[in-house]
C-alpha cells in the first residue's frame, strides 16, 4: 500500500547547527515531492520540491536528498536558525491524479538558541 | 489579497449542528483542495476540485461531508450533523497549471471544535 511517514517526529537542534528531517515511502510510482514548513497557527509552505528524475536539490540554506533505492527523502537544513522552528511535512504525488497526494505525519523541528 | 484565505478562523460549534467553511483561492487557480488536520498528525487529503471536472471524493471521510466549488472559484466545505471527532483545522489549497498543478498555496486554516 502506499505510506509515507517520517522516522522522527521531533526533533530538537542548537542554533547554528545542521538538522536533517527523514521520510520514507513506500510507493514506488511517486513522480515528484515537496517539503512543506507549518508554523504554528499558520497553514503550510512550500520550501523545495524535487522530481524522481534528481537525487539532490539545493535552496537556500536547504538542501533536498533523494534515495529512490531505499524510497528515502530528507530536508537538510543548514545553520538553523530560531525562525526554522515549525513542523516540516513531506508530501508525495504520484500515479499523476492531483487526488494521488499523501502527506507524512511531520516532523516539530524545535531550535534552541 | 494574493494568497489563498479561509473563513471563519476559528469555529465553535455544539454537537449535532451543521456547519459550513469557506475557501478562497488563488484567483486564476483552478486546482482546489480540502485538508484536515487533526491535533498532532499530518494533513488528510479530504476532496480536490479541477476546473470543471467531477471533483475527487475519494478522501471525505463520511457522508456528513461534503464540499462545493461555485464558478471554479469559491469553495465551501460543509459538515452535517457534526461529531466531536470532527474537531480539527480544516486547510484549503489551490494550485495551478503554471507550477503543475504540484505546488500547492495553502490558506490559514479554519479551527473548527465541536464541543
Known amino acids: 500500500g502506499e505510506s509515507v511517514g517520517l522516522h522522527l517526529p521531533t526533533l530538537s537542534v542548537q542554533e547554528g547547527d545542521n538538522s536533517i528531517i527523514n521520510c520514507a515511502y513506500s510507493?514506488?510510482?511517486?513522480?515528484?515531492f515537496i517539503w512543506y514548513k507549518q508554523e504554528s497557527g499558520k497553514g503550510p509552505q512550500f520550501i523545495i520540491d524535487i522530481r524522481s528524475n534528481m537525487d539532490k536539490r539545493q535552496g537556500q540554506r536547504v538542501t533536498v536528498l533523494l534515495n529512490k533505492t531505499v524510497k528515502h527523502l530528507s530536508l537538510q537544513i543548514a545553520a538553523t536558525q530560531p525562525g526554522d522552528s515549525a513542523v516540516y511535512f513531506c508530501l508525495m504525488n504520484y500515479g499523476g491524479s492531483q487526488g494521488n497526494l499523501i502527506f507524512g505525519k511531520g516532523t516539530k523541528l524545535s531550535v534552541k538558541p | 489579497g494574493a494568497g489563498v484565505s479561509q473563513s471563519p478562523s476559528n469555529k465553535v460549534t455544539e454537537k449535532g449542528k451543521d456547519v459550513e467553511l469557506r475557501c478562497d483561492p488563488i484567483?486564476?487557480?483552478?486546482?482546489l483542495y480540502w485538508y484536515r488536520q487533526s491535533l498532532g498528525q499530518g494533513l488528510e487529503f479530504l476532496i480536490y476540485f479541477q476546473g470543471n471536472s467531477a471533483p475527487d471524493k475519494s478522501g471525505l471521510p463520511s457522508d456528513r461531508f461534503s464540499a462545493e466549488r461555485t464558478g471554479g472559484s469559491v469553495s465551501t466545505l460543509t459538515i452535517q450533523r457534526t461529531q466531536q471527532e470532527d474537531s480539527a483545522v480544516y486547510l484549503c489549497?489551490?494550485?495551478?497549471?503554471?507550477?503543475?498543478?504540484?505546488?500547492?498555496?495553502f490558506g490559514p486554516g479554519t479551527r473548527l471544535t465541536v464541543l
Open positions: 484567483s486564476g487557480h483552478t486546482a
Open positions: 489549497a489551490s494550485s495551478s497549471r503554471a507550477s503543475g498543478y504540484n505546488e500547492q498555496f
Open positions: 510507493n514506488s510510482a511517486s513522480d515528484y
